[in-house]
């Protein structure tokens, strides 16, 4: 089973940015899609962004324009730049993974996600 952890969270000042990071501990496969999604204390997990093996991209509403997600398979290890950070962004951000060559993949949607970091927290004040 692929093991992921993320890293990069933190405090940060309104308008300030953070990038996180997660390593995988393997790439059994070449076919993995990649996202990244944050929850806040009594909410559903949301999801944030989504890059899928062929580097398409797409992006939450919320965040669009603010965030980037990018992968470097080499490193094993998958990114969220997050640039103009607001206090609304604060939450537990979680990196997650799947083989997405199913016809049932849905982008963006955490329940098409199999692997999952224990997350990492960006507070946003």
């Known amino acids: 089973d692929v093991q992921l952890v993320e890293s990069g969270g933190g405090s940060v000042q309104a308008g300030g940015s953070l990038r996180l990071s997660c390593v995988a501990s393997?790439?059994?496969?070449?076919?993995?899609?990649f996202g990244w999604f944050r929850q806040e204390p009594g909410k559903e997990r949301e999801e944030v962004a989504t890059i899928d093996s062929d580097g398409t991209t797409r992006y939450s509403d919320p965040v669009k324009g603010r965030f980037t997600i990018s992968r470097d398979d080499a490193k094993t290890t998958h990114y969220l730049q997050m640039n103009n950070l607001k206090p609304e962004d604060t939450a537990m951000y979680y990196c997650?993974?799947?083989?997405?060559?199913?016809?049932?993949?849905?982008?963006?949607?955490?329940?098409?996600?199999?692997?999952w970091g224990e997350g990492t927290q960006v507070t946003v004040s």
């Open positions: 393997e790439y059994t496969y070449s076919s993995y899609c």
């Open positions: 997650a993974l799947t083989i997405c060559v199913s016809a049932d993949y849905v982008p963006l949607s955490p329940n098409s996600f199999s692997n």
